[in-house]
């Protein structure tokens, strides 16, 4: 393709609105962040499927609001002109109204070198998402064995218990290291090769019922939509932020549905628990995997334990109350009308104000910073994870509990039962609070640990300096010894010299 044709496409009405779609979806992206909050803020105590739904729905309305910035810049934007400037009242009118108009012309002068910068990454990652169906596609065909007829049999009686009619198929693969559900017109559940036969019975079905409604519900699907979002709007935190709160939703509607149909928590618990060891699974954002990632496995057992949903984490509220500061801002900076040589900005002056892209581009990186700073608490865990993989094993053992049948966080915590959705006295959040601490305990433990190894090792460098400065000494020495030595030799070659011109005489 020639120059003067990419140039032309640059130009071309389509590309310009595509770019300032794109603008326009950040801020937009800082609205939605807001109602996201307070979802989950008020949904604390809604089913999962109830916030599932909602968070989906928000996710549908930024894509469409994006769709329909789309359509209203191509209609009122012209070739090779980006958009109308600034209105002069507005720029004029103080330090956030002049970076809307410095913004404003970044971007219209560099609006091509953005959209190629954007097509680059968009293609890449249209490349990650090929490579995850072809690697679909090898999960289906390669290391693919049949399982007994036994739990063929268990397979259909449970798609059956779920009211699943289209045909699922269940093959043990040597490729997946957890169960995964790949397929949505011709679903198979892949178990990996082994687990069927070595784990309990009651723990394998309630992994199946988990995968199975993952089938039921059509997850494939909204799964897919995600990596397509992603994908156009990789740069906007609120959009990727939205999606990862989808996708933990997903899975804790799963799980109610598996504790549902075994009406035993502690045994689907105790599946969890024994998937950990294979969370380092290496598969791909096209499939829907049983344990997900592996940070998250806690707080869906912390869910299943306290009946509590997630809220907000602290990166989260960082980046939610940035959210508002930020569009409040943009708001103050479109809406406020400045007086200028001749006249106050009108009305319609202000409309045609609204419609520039606003000026969130600069800030973006430090809000998405803010949304995905790690807490202190999983830092130290990734730090320790080769040093503490069994102790992590075993903490997550002890959610499981006493014979009784009551959940709880150790084996001397408090006997609340996790079905009691009454409200907490003080006593039961005084006991919550003691299974907090208790938690705390055993981080601080593990810290502890890393903390003695690490102390450890800084023995050991010493010791190991003190090894090379002896060395270093012996090695001056035998350097000063191999200079007498030399000096000697000198010597005793003049005096050989010497002696050898006393006989010639």
């Not at 909050?37 to 916030?51: D, E, F, H, N, Q």
């Not at 956030?96 to 097509?119: C, E």
């Not at 019975?201 to 059509?218: D, S, T």
């Not at 060891?277 to 344990?291: D, I, K, Q, R, V």
Request: aromatic letters at 6%.
């Amino acid at each position: 393709m020639h120059t003067a044709s990419i140039i032309n496409i640059l130009n071309s009405k389509a590309a310009q609105a595509f770019c300032w779609m794109l603008v326009h979806s950040l801020w937009q992206g800082l609205l939605f962040t807001i109602i996201t909050g307070i979802v989950l803020l008020a949904t604390k105590k809604s089913s999962a499927v109830l916030r599932y739904n909602i968070m989906c729905i928000l996710l549908c309305l930024f894509l469409a609001g994006c769709m329909v910035t789309f359509v209203w810049q191509l209609s009122t934007a012209t070739a090779g002109h980006v958009a109308e400037p600034v209105p002069e009242g507005i720029a004029a009118g103080g330090f956030l109204q002049g970076w809307v108009q410095n913004f404003t012309g970044y971007f219209s002068a560099n609006a091509g070198l953005i959209l190629i910068v954007w097509v680059v990454v968009f293609i890449a990652r249209c490349v990650k998402m090929t490579a995850g169906l072809v690697y679909s596609q090898r999960v289906r065909h390669y290391k693919v064995y049949t399982p007994s007829a036994e739990w063929q049999q268990k397979l259909v009686a449970l798609r059956m218990q779920l009211n699943i009619k289209k045909n699922v198929i269940l093959r043990e693969s040597g490729l997946v290291k957890i169960p995964v559900v790949i397929g949505h017109l011709k679903p198979v559940v892949f178990m990996p090769l082994g687990l069927l036969a070595g784990l309990p019975a009651g723990e394998v079905e309630a992994v199946l019922l988990h995968e199975l409604a993952h089938i039921r519900r059509n997850d494939y699907f909204v799964n897919i939509l995600q990596v397509v979002a992603e994908n156009v709007f990789f740069f906007n935190p609120a959009l990727l932020w939205m999606s990862s709160i989808i996708r933990e939703e997903r899975e804790h509607c799963c799980d109610d549905v598996a504790v549902a149909e075994i009406k035993n928590k502690k045994q689907f618990i105790q599946a969890l628990v024994r998937f950990k060891e294979h969370a380092l699974y290496a598969g791909n954002n096209l499939a829907t995997a049983f344990p997900a990632r592996k940070n998250h496995l806690l707080a869906r057992v912390t869910r299943l334990i306290n009946s509590n949903n997630k809220t907000l984490t602290g990166g989260e509220k960082i980046f939610f109350i940035a959210s508002f500061i930020i569009l409040a801002g943009l708001s103050v900076a479109v809406t406020s009308p400045k007086v200028t040589g001749k006249k106050a900005v009108s009305a319609s002056t202000q409309t045609a104000a609204v419609a520039q892209p606003q000026p969130v581009a600069a800030v973006v990186p430090v809000v998405k910073a803010a949304s995905h700073k790690i807490p202190a608490q999983q830092t130290t865990q990734v730090k320790n994870k080769a040093a503490n993989k069994t102790t992590v094993i075993e903490f997550y053992q002890k959610v499981i509990t006493d014979a009784s049948g009551k959940l709880t966080v150790s084996n001397n915590a408090g006997k609340q039962q996790v079905n009691n959705k009454q409200p907490l006295t003080d006593r039961e959040q005084a006991e919550l609070d003691r299974q907090q601490a208790e938690r705390d305990r055993l981080q601080a433990d593990l810290d502890r640990k890393q903390a003695d190894a690490d102390r450890a090792q800084a023995v050991k460098n010493q010791a190991q300096a003190e090894e090379d400065h002896k060395q270093a000494d012996r090695d001056r020495i035998q350097a000063e010894q191999d200079r007498k030595q030399a000096e000697l030799d000198r010597q005793q070659a003049e005096k050989e010299k010497t002696q050898a011109g006393k006989n010639q005489q």
